[in-house]
């Protein structure tokens, strides 16, 4: 949540009455000044206030927007990566039905023809395996992902919710000691420390919300250790059928070698 938000209502408020009264008499004394500034601030007030709640609250809900849109194109890229592995498996499934077939035009004995149907079982059986962790350990990952990204989404909204009442907050008080003939500037100055107090609130639940992002390492940790596991039982048993095919065939022999998909 950038700071930019708060920084635009510290500057039209805290700085511009101040700024347009010395713009007007350069020369007025201390005094004056800080009578013509309290005066101002107390006439303006409704037209700057209106201005930066309407600013910040435009901001706020693009900000929002932003990062829908930014999470919106996170689940995009998953979606296309989704369905280039799909088709990678109708690719992969394809290449090794072609090779075992080789393999079976070069049996010459119901041992031989045995041996690859075994083959092919065991490699189906590790290739379904290994689909399955992965496949499991990818939705895991997006079911954290998406848990997250509503965690976020609704500390975010709760975060700006609070900053614009605590803002709205002190528009009113000020407007209420306005209309009781407060000093112009004790208002002002009290206006100033309530604007201060949301935008150090605002920033310490920020700094919550960027601690959320925390929880996306294990995410990762955890799904990158699923792959690791799934590729390695996938190679174990790979093995084990090739051990298993050469055994009744024989390391090389009638020239036939194994396949398997990756």
């Known amino acids: 949540i950038s700071m930019r938000?708060?920084?635009?209502?510290?500057?039209?408020?805290?700085?511009?009455?101040?700024?347009?009264?010395?713009?007007?008499?350069?020369?007025?004394?201390?005094?004056?000044?800080?009578g013509k500034v309290g005066e101002n601030f107390c006439q303006r007030f409704a037209e700057l206030s209106n201005k930066v709640v309407t600013d910040l609250a435009t901001r706020a809900t693009k900000l929002q927007s932003d990062r829908e849109a930014r999470m919106g194109d996170i689940q995009k890229k998953l979606d296309e990566?989704?369905?280039?592995?799909?088709?990678?498996?109708?690719a992969q499934d394809k290449q090794f039905e072609e090779n075992i077939k080789k393999l079976e035009?070069?049996?010459?004995?119901?041992?031989?023809?045995?041996?690859?149907?075994?083959?092919?079982?065991?490699?189906?059986?590790a290739i379904e395996a290994r689909r399955s962790a992965l496949q499991n350990a990818i939705k895991n990952f997006?079911?954290?992902?998406?848990?997250l990204?509503?965690?976020?989404?609704?500390?975010?909204?709760?975060?700006?919710?609070?900053?614009?009442?605590?803002?709205?907050?002190a528009k009113v008080k000020a407007k209420t000691d306005c209309a009781a003939k407060v000093a112009p500037?004790?208002?002002?100055?009290?206006?100033?420390?309530?604007?201060?107090?949301?935008?150090d609130k605002f920033e310490v639940d920020r700094g919550a919300i960027e601690k959320r992002l925390d929880a996306l390492k294990p995410l990762?940790?955890?799904?990158?250790?699923?792959?690791?596991?799934?590729?390695n039982d996938f190679r174990t048993a790979i093995q084990k059928a090739k051990k298993d095919f050469k055994a009744v065939m024989g390391a090389g022999g009638n020239g036939t070698s194994t396949a398997s998909s990756s």
Request: overall charge positive.
């Open 220 to 231: 990762i940790d955890v799904r990158k250790s699923a792959f690791e596991k799934a590729q």
């Open 81 to 90: 990566l989704e369905s280039k592995r799909g088709e990678q498996k109708i």
């Open 185 to 199: 500037a004790t208002v002002q100055t009290n206006f100033r420390n309530a604007l201060k107090n949301a935008r």
């Open 149 to 169: 990204r509503v965690s976020r989404r609704e500390a975010i909204k709760k975060a700006i919710a609070t900053f614009q009442a605590n803002l709205e907050a």
């Open 5 to 34: 938000i708060v920084n635009s209502a510290l500057l039209l408020v805290l700085i511009s009455p101040a700024g347009v009264v010395f713009a007007q008499n350069p020369t007025s004394t201390p005094k004056e000044r800080s």
């Open 105 to 125: 035009e070069k049996t010459t004995t119901d041992a031989e023809k045995l041996a690859v149907l075994k083959y092919r079982e065991a490699v189906r059986i």
């Open 142 to 147: 997006r079911d954290g992902m998406e848990k």
